[in-house]
């Protein structure tokens, strides 16, 4: 089992940077498989940005692209989301998800942290 928090979200400016923490705990492999994820108001949820445990490859969404930053400390069990230059379509709820090594998907999922963007 693997328990995630995530914290970070709040109400930002279009243009500003702000950046999410996603907390771990409970059975941690190196080659699990970290993301975010995000939905906004009325669409489907949609991924973000990947990693591992590990650091083996860094994955991202072509509209996050150049801008987000996925990164995440081994000591500290934590998963990182630098947003810079934000817009208000980055807007919605924020979830950190863990696919552990043997599954072909997502399979712990944190409770979210809403990230809302003014314009």
């Known amino acids: 089992q693997v328990q995630l928090v995530e914290s970070g979200g709040g109400l930002v400016q279009a243009g500003d940077s702000l950046t999410l923490s996603c907390a771990a705990s409970g059975r941690i492999f190196s080659h699990d498989t970290l993301g975010w994820f995000r939905q906004a108001p009325g669409k489907e949820r949609e991924f973000v940005a990947a990693t591992s445990w590990a650091s083996v490859g860094l994955y991202y969404a072509n509209s996050v692209k150049g801008r987000f930053a996925i990164s995440r400390d081994l000591l500290k069990s934590t998963v990182y989301l630098q947003m810079n230059s934000l817009k208000p379509e980055d807007t919605g709820v924020y979830y950190c998800?863990?696919?552990?090594?043997?599954?072909?998907?997502?399979?712990?999922w944190g409770q979210g942290t809403q990230v809302t963007v003014s314009s």
């Open positions: 998800a863990v696919r552990s090594q043997d599954k072909p998907d997502f399979d712990y």
